[in-house]
């Protein structure tokens, strides 16, 4: 599922996406759980995502969920809150073939609309606005990389400017045995008017195929350099079927 924030741009459990887009009449579905934490606060994420195969090489979808917080407050007060996430719509469409052009390459674009609470500390408060570009390419028989490079456009918030963000990244895959795969990426977020405030954040994990179309997936990250996650985590599930067909 393609999205505006970094956990939800990408098959899981990744943040870099590859270019295939989801099989004509396949509906894919993604579950999951996430954790970020640092030294004041702990953020558990609860994501679901739809996506469906519209024509070749043509997807569309949209990702929603919850989020739960444990905020550390003044004087040692924690404070929990919980929420909806915001809503993510997106399409991904290949516009280039390995065949032709070195390398399968797609165009994703997304639109997340601020369905979370801005006022408990939750989201944005407005819509972004979300283009990237993906490249996969297989190295051996085991190995691929891909490549993402991509732009968001961030809206303002009442008196709020924000800055639209720069975001891009690497990823590798090798396939240990037929049904598990290991997984990591090095990504990065930098404001268009601060380059020195990029966040960069390394995650690395796993792929099983417990059966053809039923992925499990887990992974560990932490923050590089401007990023204040002391560790993340995520576990989940990809469910592929036929839908529509006859």
Not at 129 to 158: C, E, M, R
Request: glycine share 10%.
């Amino acid at each position: 599922m393609i999205g505006i924030t970094n956990d939800a741009r990408a098959g899981r459990p990744l943040t870099v996406d590859d270019a295939e887009p989801v099989g004509v009449q396949q509906l894919e579905w993604e579950a999951g759980f996430g954790y970020v934490g640092d030294h004041w606060l702990q953020h558990m994420d609860f994501p679901f995502g739809l996506t469906y195969g519209l024509w070749p090489r043509v997807e569309a979808g949209f990702g929603f969920g919850g989020q739960m917080e444990e905020r550390e407050e003044t004087l040692g007060e924690e404070k929990v809150i919980s929420d909806i996430g915001d809503l993510t719509l997106g399409t991904k469409v290949k516009v280039l073939t390995a065949d032709c052009w070195w390398a399968d390459q797609s165009l994703a674009f997304a639109v997340k609309f601020p369905t979370a609470s801005y006022n408990e500390g939750f989201g944005s408060g407005r819509m972004d606005y979300d283009l990237t570009w993906i490249l996969s390419k297989p190295i051996t028989d085991k190995w691929s990389v891909h490549f993402n490079a991509g732009h968001t456009w961030t809206g303002d918030h009442q008196d709020e400017m924000h800055d639209d963000v720069l975001h891009y990244g690497l990823a590798l895959d090798y396939q240990i045995t037929e049904r598990v795969q290991l997984v990591a990426e090095i990504f990065a977020d930098t404001p268009i008017t601060a380059e020195q405030d990029t966040s960069v954040r390394f995650n690395g994990g796993v792929r099983w195929s417990i059966m053809n179309n039923l992925v499990l997936d887990a992974a560990l990250g932490t923050g590089v350099r401007c990023d204040p996650a002391e560790i993340t985590a995520t576990i989940g599930l990809t469910w592929t079927f036929d839908f529509g067909r006859k």
